[in-house]
């Protein structure tokens, strides 16, 4: 079993920055991709920002230049720095691990939200 832990997260004004973290633990032989998706109000899950193992990053457009993915590989940790929020990026942030010869696992969520 493998399980991932969130934390960061919150409230902030527009224009503000936040930082999520997500730590795997548990049986894992290696980590192919990590990334992180988020579900609006009303809206389907929908993804933000993956890297794989190497260090290759995928982003959705609304995000590109704004957030930046990155990882430890020997903590099996990823984070997502958040900078220049807007009201847009209020949404349930979940991170995802693919675990080789394992599968894919959800973090439990964390709640972002951008307000004045």
């Known amino acids: 079993q493998v399980q991932l832990l969130q934390s960061g997260g919150g409230l902030v004004q527009p224009g503000g920055s936040l930082r999520l973290s997500c730590a795997a633990s548990g049986s894992i032989f290696s980590i192919n991709v990590m990334g992180w998706y988020r579900r609006a109000p009303g809206k389907e899950r929908e993804l933000v920002a993956t890297i794989t193992s190497g260090g290759s990053t995928n982003y959705a457009d609304s995000v590109k230049g704004r957030f930046t993915v990155s990882r430890e590989n020997a903590k099996n940790t990823v984070y997502l720095q958040m900078n220049s929020l807007k009201p847009a990026d209020t949404a349930v942030y979940y991170c995802?691990?693919?675990?080789?010869?394992?599968?894919?696992?959800w973090g439990q969520g964390t709640q972002v939200t951008v307000s004045s």
């Open positions: 995802k691990a693919v675990v080789l010869l394992s599968g894919a696992y």
